[in-house]
């Protein structure tokens, strides 16, 4: 505080964004070569949420990663209902995501999968989860 008492008021406060840099996996060899940047660090980071069982990891967070396995054996209604609801809420844990919608869900033979779009800071992506049921 100034010798007054007053509070001080900050003015030309600028926001700064780091970048969100990061290694890139390499899925298809397991290898982790460069890195990535903006969306293409946003749309492995949802990779890593969606395949990352939720509570399994001490590494991790209790809120990071999705609850999938319990759904394996559950009937086809309850799946279809839960799904989407579980994508969301794992993909919402990062704030760069700001919304998951447009679900379109599938079944064949033993499996779910479910094509949706998820709405980021950086612009938007169309991805896929599969589920084993």
Same mark, same amino acid.
């Given at each position: ?6 509070? =001080? #008021?900050?003015?030309d ?19 982790i ?15 890593k949420i ?9 590494i ?16 086809l209604p309850?799946?279809?209902?839960e799904l989407?609801?579980? #994508?969301?809420?794992?993909l ?9 919608r ?17 709405? =980021? ?6 991805? =896929?989860?599969?589920?084993a049921?």
């Amino acid at each position: 505080m100034p010798a007054t008492g007053q509070p =001080t #008021i900050l003015r030309d406060i600028k926001e700064v964004r780091y970048p969100n840099l990061t290694y890139k996996l390499n899925i298809e060899d397991e290898t982790i070569r460069n890195r990535v940047d903006d969306l293409e660090a946003i749309q492995q980071t949802c990779y890593k949420i969606l395949n990352t069982e939720r509570y399994r990891y001490v590494i991790y967070s209790w809120g990071y990663g999705v609850e999938l396995e319990d759904l394996f054996g559950k009937p086809l209604p309850y799946v279809y209902s839960e799904l989407p609801r579980r #994508i969301k809420e794992a993909l919402m844990y990062d704030d760069r995501i700001t919304d998951v919608r447009d679900f379109q869900i599938s079944h064949k033979k033993g499996s779910v999968t479910a094509v949706f779009t998820v709405v =980021t800071t950086m612009g938007t992506l169309e991805l =896929t989860k599969g589920v084993a049921i």
